[in-house]
Every structure is written in structure tokens, then in C-alpha cells.
């Protein structure tokens, strides 16, 4: 609803505007408004939002516009883009460092969520065929380590605790020993949170900290937190050097704006998200999800990734033009093993709940593989990539194109191979074409 009057005011622009140009200060002055109050009503924190749009902003000055779209969609599309590098590519359980055993210390402000988080991780490491021990250090609330203790025993997984007599660090290092004796894989250590940052929780923390040195020291972060993130964020950085982030509550309403400020404040990545109360409630996290969250933009994305698509036809069209006359070189190569492929596709796939585990794989090989093509065929010279034989039978050649691209020459003996396949294929198809054409019957 929010950017109604935006995709509205799109559409009439699109009609004005025709063809191309580029992202001017001036035209992008609208859309800037609108992502502003976008991250702002997302809960991003002020000064991240200002170095971020600024940031954007210079990036995005002389972009070109694709065709089809308006200044406003292309700017939009600009700053998703720069939100999901900026974010990056947190992976779940991979994630974490390693370690024999990995040790794992939590910590965060009371209520929001660390123990849950703690219990979720177990057993998010335990589905993952990893052994885990939990440690219950917060001996200021015997309620807490009570609460460890229940979700220990709800997932199965055992709970090193030693009352409240005993000194948080004291038992930290006790608990990593017992880890160490049972073999466990994993540690992960509940620490004590305060309502408000304050000097006693971070020197517990940090004694903590150098008691056991873990592989890992996560801040467990409410969503919900809202403005205040960014700072939150700084203070546990700057006391106890963390190594990512667990943001928690992303099954309520909120935006997700939090996201943006842990990464852009410590530069650490988000490493998992919360969704809910249950104990399988942790989910790995995706920047594309959540960028998409944070702008609330879905529906002006769309329009741009059609605009993209209509390209890609007329990219198709004019293959299709050289395919008739029978002309195919390595540029047609890529156009066409892109959109076999359908890699924007697949990315679309990656954003659906469910998907992701299958067309991340599908995704990532097959985007290793263009990755490995196109570079080879960027090392070709223009006589070489539009005239394939002359590659194709010139062993010293290909030796120099494998060398100048950093790629193997088996690699580039699998691409003439390729091509020649593809080759054909698309000849058979010519042929068919043209017999149509001709008005007879291909069969
Ligand atoms: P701690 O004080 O940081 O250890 O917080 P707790 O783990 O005790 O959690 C505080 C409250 O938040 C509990 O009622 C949890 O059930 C709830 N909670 C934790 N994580 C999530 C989450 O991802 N989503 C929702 N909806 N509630 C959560």
C-alpha cells in the first residue's frame, strides 16, 4: 500500500519516458525520498540510513536505465542490489567458524531471545548431525538456567549447569571441559543479559570471553529492536568483538531493519533469524529475503525484473535473427547458455520458502560454471569469439586463451565441446525454422 502512489506514478512516467537514459541527481531525487522512508519505517537506524542512501546514491549516479523502465524502478533496484551485497551472504550452520569443539557464546540483552536461540541452535546443529552441550551461565536468574535446562531436555540434548554459587566464567570453562570429555561437537554457552547495556554485563562478558575463547560470539538481536539497534550493536562489538549475529523475532511485524544496521555498524554478518517460539524456529539467513523485507518494495521489483525479462527476449529475438542466418559465435554462446539456464529465474526460485535448498545448489553451479565461461571467452580476441573455428583448430591459441583467462585447458576444450553441442542443436533448430518459414511441413 505504501508504494502505491509510487508504482502509480511509475506508470505514467513509463509512458512519458521511451527510451533510456541514465540515474541523474535529479531523477533520482523522488525515489531517494522514498527508500529513505522506506529503511526509516523498516526500523534502519538513522545514521546507517544517511550513509547508506549516500552511499547508493554515488554508486548509482550515471547508471544506465534499463529500457522499460523508469529512473524510479532502476534507482530501486539499485539499492535492493547494494542491500544484498551489503548484507551478504549469511549461510546457516556453514556459517559458523569451526572448532574442536566449536565453541559458541551468546550473548545479548534480557528478553530478547538468547536462551531460545541457544536451545534453536542445539537443535539446528543436532539436525545437522553435530553433537552439542549447553552451558547455563547466568547465575543471577535461577529461573534461566530452570529454562536451559526444560529446553535441553525438550530437544534432546544434555545441559551442563552449576547453580548459582559458582562464577559465570568459572562455569564457562568447566562446561567447554565437559564438552571436551563427552566428545561433543559443539558448545554453546548461555551468558546473562541485562535490560540495558551496561559496564558489569560487558566485563563478565568479555571475562567470559577470554576464559573459553570461543569460535564463535553471537549477539543475539530482537528485531524489534528498532532505532536503537545501531548502538546496541557498537557497544557488543566494541566490548566483546563479535563474530555474527542471531536476529530474533522476524515472525512479527517487523521490517527486518535491525539487519541492516548490525552489518553496516560491525561489518559482522547476520548468521541466523528467529521466527518463532517453537525450538525449529532458527532458519539460516537470506539477504535477498530480507532486503526485499526491508524496502517493501515487491511490487516495483517486479515491474523491474519484468522490464529485465522483456530485454532478454529481444536478446533472444536477435539470436534467434543470427540463428536463421546461421550465425553462432561464443557471444551467442553466453546469451544462450544464460537464458537456458535461466539464472534470473533461478535467483526468483532462491527467494520462495522452500526452494531455497534445492536452486541454491542449482544456482551456484550454474553460475560457477557461466562464471568459468564467460571468463575464458573474455579472454578471447574479437575474431576469435565471433569466429569460433578459428579457436577450435588452433591448439596455440587456445593455449593463450586458457592462460590469459586464469582458466585450465581442459576447461577450455569443455567450452569448445560445449559450444559445439549447442552448435548443433541450434542448427538442427535453424533448419526447422526455415522449413516453416518456407511453409513446409518440418516433419
Ligand atoms: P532471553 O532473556 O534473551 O534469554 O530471552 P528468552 O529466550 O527467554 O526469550 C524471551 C521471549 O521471547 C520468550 O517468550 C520466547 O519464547 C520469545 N522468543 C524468543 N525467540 C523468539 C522468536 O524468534 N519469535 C518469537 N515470536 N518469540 C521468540
Known amino acids: 500500500a505504501m508504494f502505491d502512489s509510487l508504482s502509480r506514478s511509475i506508470e505514467k512516467a513509463q509512458r512519458l519516458i521511451g527510451k533510456s537514459g541514465t540515474l541523474t541527481a535529479e531523477n533520482m531525487k523522488e525515489p531517494l525520498k522514498e527508500v529513505r522512508r522506506a529503511l526509516l519505517e523498516a526500523d534502519v537506524s538513522l545514521p546507517v540510513v544517511r550513509r547508506f542512501i549516500k552511499k547508493v546514491e554515488e554508486r548509482a549516479l550515471g547508471t544506465k536505465v534499463l529500457e522499460g523502465v523508469t529512473p524510479d524502478v532502476q534507482f530501486i533496484k539499485t539499492v535492493s542490489n547494494e542491500l544484498i551485497d551489503l548484507m551478504g551472504g549469511g549461510t546457516g550452520a556453514k556459517d559458523l567458524e569451526p572448532g574442536f569443539p566449536q565453541i559458541i557464546l551468546m550473548a545479548g540483552l534480557q528478553g530478547v531471545g538468547k536462551t531460545t536461540a541457544a536451545g534453536k541452535l542445539a537443535l539446528y546443529l543436532k539436525k545437522a548431525k553435530k553433537s552439542c552441550l549447553l552451558v547455563a551461565t547466568d547465575v543471577y536468574r535461577p529461573a534461566a538456567i530452570d529454562q536451559l535446562v526444560k529446553l535441553g531436555a525438550a530437544i534432546d540434548v544434555p545441559v551442563f549447569e552449576m547453580g548459582t ?26 551468558t546473562a543479559g541485562r535490560l540495558q547495556v551496561d559496564e558489569g554485563m560487558m566485563a563478565e562478558l ?44 522476524m515472525d512479527g511485524d517487523s521490517r527486518g531493519g535491525a539487519a541492516l544496521s548490525v552489518r553496516e555498524v560491525s561489518g559482522k554478518p547476520i548468521k541466523f533469524v528467529g521466527v518463532g517460539e517453537k525450538m525449529e524456529a532458527l532458519e539460516p539467513f537470506y539477504p535477498e529475503r530480507m532486503a526485499s523485507r526491508i524496502l517493501g518494495m515487491g511490487d516495483v521489483l517486479t515491474l523491474y525484473e519484468k522490464a529485465e525479462a522483456a530485454i532478454k527476449e529481444e536478446d533472444a529475438q ?69 569466429n569460433p573455428e578459428v579457436l577450435i583448430k ?16 581442459a576447461e577450455v576444450t569443455k567450452l569448445m565441446a560445449a559450444y559445439t553441442s549447442m552448435k548443433a542443436q541450434v542448427g538442427g533448430m535453424s533448419k526447422l525454422l526455415k522449413l516453416q518459414k518456407a511453409g513446409a511441413d518440418p516433419q
Not at 207 to 234: C, F, H, I, W, Y
Not at 348 to 363: A, H, R, T, V, Y
Not at 394 to 409: C, H, I, P
Open 394 to 409: 588452433n591448439l596455440a591459441r587456445r593455449r593463450r586463451v586458457a592462460q590469459d583467462s586464469g582458466k585450465s585447458e
Open 165 to 190: 554459587d559458582v562464577s559465570p566464567v568459572e562455569i564457562a570453562k568447566k562446561g567447554v571441559e565437559e564438552a571436551r570429555r563427552l566428545g561433543v561437537d559443539a558448545v554453546i554457552i548461555d
Open 206 to 249: 568479555r571475562d567470559v570471553k577470554s576464559a573459553v575463547r570461543p569460535s564463535d560470539t553471537l549477539l543475539v538481536v530482537d528485531a524489534m529492536t528498532g532505532q536503537e539497534a545501531a548502538n546496541l550493536v557498537r557497544s557488543f562489538n566494541e566490548a566483546v568483538d563479535i563474530s555474527g549475529a542471531i536476529l530474533t523475532k
Open 318 to 386: 536477435k539470436t534467434m535473427e543470427r540463428l536463421m542466418e546461421e550465425k553462432f559465435d561464443f557471444n551467442d554462446f553466453l546469451n544462450q547458455w544464460k537464458a537456458m539456464n535461466n539464472m534470473g529465474g533461478l535467483q526468483m526460485l532462491k527467494m520462495m520458502p522452500g526452494f531455497n535448498k534445492i536452486s541454491e545448489k542449482q544456482l551456484y553451479e550454474a553460475e560457477k560454471q557461466f562464471g568459468v565461461y564467460e571468463a575464458i571467452i573474455g579472454a578471447m580476441d574479437e575474431e576469435e569469439r565471433s
